[in-house]
Nanobody
Framework: QVQLEESGGGLVQAGGSLRLSCAAS????????MGWFRQAPGKEREIVAA????????YYTDSVKGRFTISRDGAKNTVSLQMNSLKPEDTAVYYC????????????????????WGQGTQVTVSS
């Protein structure tokens, strides 16, 4: 069992930056691949970024490439999402997720693949 807790959301103007953090507790953090998803009002939850168990493989959805960076710190049991050049369309509730990884280099992109979820943190970008 893994418990996840997000922090770092808030209100920011377009062009600004936020850093989301996800603190994991419970079973060995290092054996889990992680993901960040988001859900905007009236829309389905979508993958934003994912990182492998090893931390060496990452994935970004096209709309955030070059602006967002996902990273993990095994010693601190945290995964972060640095968000730069934020746009109003980035407004959403952001969720941290974890999945027991089968290999060190695997990333997972689909919501149903993840077994553990945080409660979410609101990110609002004003124009």
């Amino acid at each position: 069992q893994v418990q996840l807790e997000e922090s770092g959301g808030g209100l920011v103007q377009a062009g600004g930056s936020l850093r989301l953090s996800c603190a994991a507790s419970g079973r060995t953090f290092g054996s889990y691949a992680m993901g960040w998803f988001r859900q905007a009002p009236g829309k389905e939850r979508e993958i934003v970024a994912a990182i492998s168990w090893s931390g060496g493989i990452t994935y970004y959805t096209d709309s955030v490439k070059g602006r967002f960076t996902i990273s993990r710190d095994g010693a601190k049991n945290t995964v972060s999402l640095q968000m730069n050049s934020l746009k109003p369309e980035d407004t959403a509730v952001y969720y941290c997720s974890a999945k027991g990884a089968l290999t060190t280099g695997a990333v997972y992109l689909r919501e149903y693949e993840y077994a553990y979820w945080g409660q979410g943190t609101q990110v609002t970008v004003s124009s």
